[in-house]
Structures are given as C-alpha cells and as structure tokens.
C-alpha cells in the first residue's frame, strides 16, 4: 500500500538492481518539482527527493530487456528500444496513465539508438540510430513523425561517426568523437568544435542549452553547462558520471553520481539532480547506491498517485484494502 503525497510536477525513470534506501537531502528545494525512478524485474521504482522509494507496474507487455532512451516532451510517456526478439522493431512507447504499449509509427526498422528527443513544439521525434533498409544496414540522424509515420533521413554517416544527439528543432547534432565535442549543422555538414576534454553531452528541450561531461571515466569527471548560441559561454556545475538527461521544461538536469559509500555494491552509483537556474545539485538519497549505468528519463507528476489510486481500487474490489491511519509525515496540498 502507497501513502505518499507528492507535489511533483516530474518523475525520472531508470533502470535498478536493488532496493534503494530511504533519506533526504541537505539541498532538497522548499517545493521538489522531480522525483526519480529505475526498472526492477520488469516493475519502476520511483526515488523522490525526501522519503522512501515508490514500486510501481508498467502496462503488460512491456519486455524484460526495455532500454529507457527518453520522454515525451510532456512527459506522460517514455520511449525505449529492445533488443530481442526483434532488434530492428521501432521505438517502443510506454503510456503509463493509459497503461498502453505502442511501437511509434513510422520508426520500424531503427535500432541501436543512442539518442532520442521529442520536440517540445512540432512532437516530431529525433533520432540517432542505425537503420536496416531493404537488407542493408546505415547508420545516421532521422526525423520521425509520429502523426503522419513518416521517417526521413537527416544525415547518414558511416560507422563509427554514426551520429550525435540532436537539437529539438532537428537542426544540428552534438558529436563526441574522441574527447572532442562538435557542434554539427545538419544542413550544411560543417562541423565547430566546441572544445576537447569531453566524453558525453545532450541538448535542452527548449534548445537554449548543450549539457556536455567533462573528462574520462574514473578522473577529472564535471558537468559543463554550455550556451548552443555562443559556445564560448558556459558555466560549471560540478561532477558527474553518465550521459546528462534533462526535464522535459529544461529546468533541470539529471546525471549519475558515484560515492565512496557505494564502494561495496562494486558497481552502484547514486542520482543526482542539478537545478539550472541556481546551479546547485541534490544527491537523491532514496536512490542510494541503486543505479547501475541505465540512462533516467523523467515522467509527469501523477504517475505514482495514479498507480496509488489504481492499486487501492483493484485492492477494494477484492476486499483487501484498508484505509491508511493518520501519520504526521504525510502532507496534503
């Protein structure tokens, strides 16, 4: 049985190993606009800012091997890839608050993506992915158009410069070749180096920033805020591990974070929140040594009370519900 009251707005979703240790943070905002997640077994286990983790099941159907890549732009939804059985069948999209499973149209026949946006303002969705045509495999950046199932090629590379992460208005693509970051136009093919020392970056749904991670894996890691309009200014964060993900509003930043008292789970690692506009970051401390390299995504404020509310009804239809006591810990709004 769930009690929890939630004022979130957003929720982050990644892929977990174990069960995740309930705290608080010292940074934790007076009003926590995120709450954090992780596939176990098949179900999602949400990490809020204060409290205890939330365990929560995804629509039937859903495959043991589902890779998170990204978020709808309003965040009801959570795109994915799998490898098995079909490795070349789509991008998989999971619609919690319809309890539905859907393969996108338009993306059969993509696989092996390693990024995903939606545009905030078109819904179309970009991709970077290789693409099996006709028997014939390329590799390259497409757009995808949900409404009309359409996929149109952006540009095609050759492996391994197979593509980047690209820009909500399918302009430009983010490419890491190397320690070297570059700014490509897709149009034109020119390619500005925005520096060296780099090893993953993503762009801001609202196309304004480029979050990039400094250094290589094990030293000298830190988060770069980057401006895509002038790449000259930017703005330190402070250290992080994994690819950055952003809230779909572009208010902040989510990244993984190792920590010495991890040392003996070998390979977890904590998440970490940065808010953009202060520049400070929160360690999510319901997630604790819990997340094992899977890339978050974040969802809309309402998945875990509509899961709550679910689970209560199909408890009181069987007779096994119960109504919570009072407890001095929960709030209401």
Known sequence: MFRVALKQKWAVLIIVATTAAAGSSDNVPADPAFVAAHFRSNNLVIFPFKGSPIEIEPPNGLTVNFIALGSSADGEAVYGQSSYP?????????????????????????????SLIESPQSGKIFVSARRMKDGVMECGDFEIDPKTGTLRPLRIGAYPDCGGPISPDGKHELNVAGD???????????????GKGFRAAAWSPDGRWIAAVMGVHGSGRGLLLIDSNDTSKRKKLGSGDGQPVWS??????????????????????????????????????SSHCTVLGSTPVWVARGLAGHQKSRQNSEQEKSGEYTEPKADSSLRSE
């Open 86 to 114: 079909d490795p070349w069948a789509g991008i998989i999209k999971i619609e919690f608050n319809r309890t539905r499973i859907s393969i996108v149209p338009g993306s059969i026949g993509l696989g092996n993506i390693v």
């Open 180 to 194: 070297q970051l570059g700014l490509r136009d897709l149009a034109s093919g020119v390619l500005e180096v925005v």
């Open 248 to 285: 779909p509003d572009s208010k902040w930043l989510l990244t993984t974070k190792s920590q010495f008292s991890c040392a003996w789970t070998l390979y977890g690692q904590s998440l970490q929140a940065f808010n953009i506009g202060t520049g400070r970051g929160t360690v999510l401390s």
